[in-house]
Structure formats: C-alpha cells, structure tokens
C-alpha cells in the first residue's frame, strides 16, 4: 500500500480537509500515476453535498485527473514511466457485456466503476483525483497527447467527453445548428468542440454576462434565456441541443427551438427530476435523449481531436486549500470555465 495525500470531506456540506488515503499496490496491468492537475466538476460538488442520495463519506473527489506515468505493472504494455496519462470518470467495469464489448464502457450493464465513491475490483471504496497519486488499470488510462498542457486537459477527462461524445452521435459539424446550454465547465467545451467540428454554434445561457466570452470560445450566436423574447426568435431554429444545466429546468421551452427531427440532449444531472410536457416534444416529431460521458476509445480519440486543434479548458488554477470557496463559486454560475486543483499544493 501507497499512503498518500488527498482532501477529503467528512460529510454533506463539511469542508475539505487534508487527509491520507491509500493506493493500493500496483497490479501487474495498473500503471501509478503522479498527479499533477485534478478539475472540479459540479458533479464532484452533487456527490459531495448528498444531492444525488446516496454518498459515501469520507468521500475524496476527483475524476479529471491528469499526471504522469511514475511506475508500471509487469504486465502493463501501453504505458511507460514518464509518459502523461489521465482518468476520467470510471476506472473499471465488467469488460464482458454488450456495452462493454462495443467500447461503450460508461453504459455497462453491471454498472462502470466510477473514479470515486464507488467499489472497487478489489473490494475496497474508489478514491479520486483530489489526491497525489492514483493506481489505475491501463485499460481504463488515457494517453494525454503532447500539445496539451496538462492543466487544460484535465478537464476533458469529464467536461470534454461528455460534450464530444453526443456531439459525435448526434452528427455535429458543417451545416448543422448546434445550441449548447449552460456556459460552465461542460457549456464552455462543448462550444469550443462543436465549433471544432465544423457546426454553427449559438450559446444560451441564463444572462448575457458572458456573451464577450462565448463567443471568443467559438459561438457564432448567444442569447439570455432570462429575456423571454429568445425562446420566440429562435423557435424552430436548432437541429440539436445539448443541455449542461445542473439544475431541473422546464425542456419544454428548449424543445420548441429544435427543427423537425431534431434532438434535445440533456447532460446535466440535477437532483430534482426534469418536467417534460408532451406537446412541444410531438409537434416536431422531436427527440429527448440523455448522454453519460464516453468510453474508453471515444475518450482517446477525443483527447486526439482536442489536442489536433488546440482545444483545451479555459481553467482558474486554485490550490488546494480553495475547494470550498471553488465549489460556491461553480453553483453561484461563477466559473470561468473549470477550476483545475493544483495537486502540488496538496501537501501543505
Ligand atoms: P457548471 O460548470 O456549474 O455549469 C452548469 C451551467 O448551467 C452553469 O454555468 C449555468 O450556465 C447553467 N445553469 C446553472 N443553473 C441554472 C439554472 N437554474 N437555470 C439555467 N441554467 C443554469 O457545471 P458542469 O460541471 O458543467 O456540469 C453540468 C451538469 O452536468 C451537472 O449537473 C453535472 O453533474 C452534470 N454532468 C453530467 C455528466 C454526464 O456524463 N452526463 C458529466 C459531467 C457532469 P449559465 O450561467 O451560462 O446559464
Ligand atoms: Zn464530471
Ligand atoms: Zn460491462
């Protein structure tokens, strides 16, 4: 066993605090990784705060990890010592079901193994990226391309793959009018991948206080959802929709901005169910679908994509002694875009 630093919450709504966690001797397919950079994601804030129900405390979050590879299993064959690696959202799953075998590993059917607050293959509770090291099976790694600093890609080990994956199934690129929702951490990298992709891309966030920066992010349009003019100017106007908001919102209002056919993603993971009426999901023969993050391969060649245009997360580096603060921040819609936890502050 590695014993090593990491913060750690003891309970909903009690603050970080420093604590020793350990990694568990590396296996012979688990590469240890140094971590440099772990991002704050609203989903670490849901866990952390009770909101989804069912939390485990100590509970030590953290599944946008990037850091370097400092020792490798004997069997381990696509990692050596020194290369940079990441961990997203899951660290393990069956490897046998259909999901699994068609590389969809996040859609196990017996359930992915999540990078925290879950069981892990060896019986003991998963710990994450808050932390200064990480032992993870090879399987479940990604390689980090040269060309991203790992501060900035950090956050496309969950931001980044859940914005490209439905980005990728629902056909965005030329032609195509996008409308990403939310401009926060998943908001700002679906507009920067979508633009990437060749789409014409319209934010629509709750104000226009950050019109200046979508649309340095790569929107071509941007609107208040808070002016109730926007709905009836851009009714009928978008073939897909991807929803990042992490709060339970009304989708009838975004479902009658879709063209015929078109589709409605939500992404976002509110604890308080969505309310859906019937009518603006018929007229328009649209679709309401959900997206949860992408696997192992998509993740890769997302990294890939994002590394061959220069794409990384638009971040504010904090200490790790800023978690609170940073988590008030992302609820109050205060991020711009991902805070990042650098992880050589996690000793002190
Ligand atoms: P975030 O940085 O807080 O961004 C969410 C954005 O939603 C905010 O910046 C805000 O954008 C908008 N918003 C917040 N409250 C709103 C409200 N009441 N009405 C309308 N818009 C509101 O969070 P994130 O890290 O991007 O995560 C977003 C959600 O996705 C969370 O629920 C998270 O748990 C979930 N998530 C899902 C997956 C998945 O696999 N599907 C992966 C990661 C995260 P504006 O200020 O621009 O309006
Ligand atoms: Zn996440
Ligand atoms: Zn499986």
């Not at 929702?181 to 891309?201: F, N, Y």
Request: negative net charge.
């Amino acid at each position: 066993m590695l014993t090593v630093n990491a913060r750690s919450t003891s309970g909903t709504g009690a603050p970080f605090v420093a604590t020793t966690i350990e990694r568990r001797d590396l296996g012979p397919h688990d590469v240890l990784i140094d971590i440099a950079y772990a991002g704050i994601c609203h989903s670490d804030i849901h866990t952390a705060r009770g909101e989804w129900g069912d939390t485990h405390f100590p509970l030590v979050p953290g599944h946008e990890i990037a850091g370097v590879v400092s020792a490798v299993g004997s069997e381990v064959t696509r990692f050596a010592v020194g290369d940079r690696a990441g961990v997203g959202c899951m660290v393990d799953s069956c490897r046998e079901c259909g999901p699994c075998l068609a590389g969809e590993e996040q859609y196990c059917l017996t359930g992915n193994i999540g990078t925290y607050d879950a069981i892990g293959r060896d019986g003991r509770p998963t710990d994450g990226g808050y932390s200064e090291k990480i032992v993870v099976d090879e399987a479940y790694t990604l390689r980090i391309p040269e060309g991203l600093d790992l501060d900035v890609a950090a956050p496309l080990l969950c931001a980044g793959i859940t914005l490209y994956s439905p980005l990728r199934h629902w056909g965005a690129g030329p032609g195509k009018d996008v409308a990403i929702v939310g401009l926060g951490g998943l908001g700002h990298m679906g507009v920067r991948i979508a633009k990437a992709m060749g789409a014409e891309v319209t934010v629509l966030s709750q104000s226009l206080k950050k019109q200046e920066d979508g649309l340095r992010l790569g929107a071509d349009h941007y609107h208040a959802t808070g002016d109730p003019d926007t709905f009836q100017a851009l009714a009928g106007r978008f073939d897909l929709i991807v929803s990042t908001i992490s709060a339970s919102v009304d989708m009838g209002a975004y479902l009658g901005l879709l063209k015929l056919d078109g589709a409605l993603v939500n992404v976002g993971l509110p604890e308080e169910p969505l309310s859906v009426p019937a009518f603006p999901l018929l007229e328009g023969r649209r679709s309401l679908a959900g997206s949860m993050i992408g696997g192992i391969r998509e993740t890769q060649e997302m990294l890939d994509f994002c590394a061959e245009h220069g794409l990384g997360a638009e971040i504010e580096v904090i200490s790790a002694d800023q978690i609170d603060e940073a988590y008030d921040r992302v609820v109050a819609s205060d991020v711009r875009y991902r805070f990042v936890i650098d992880i050589a502050t996690m000793a002190g």
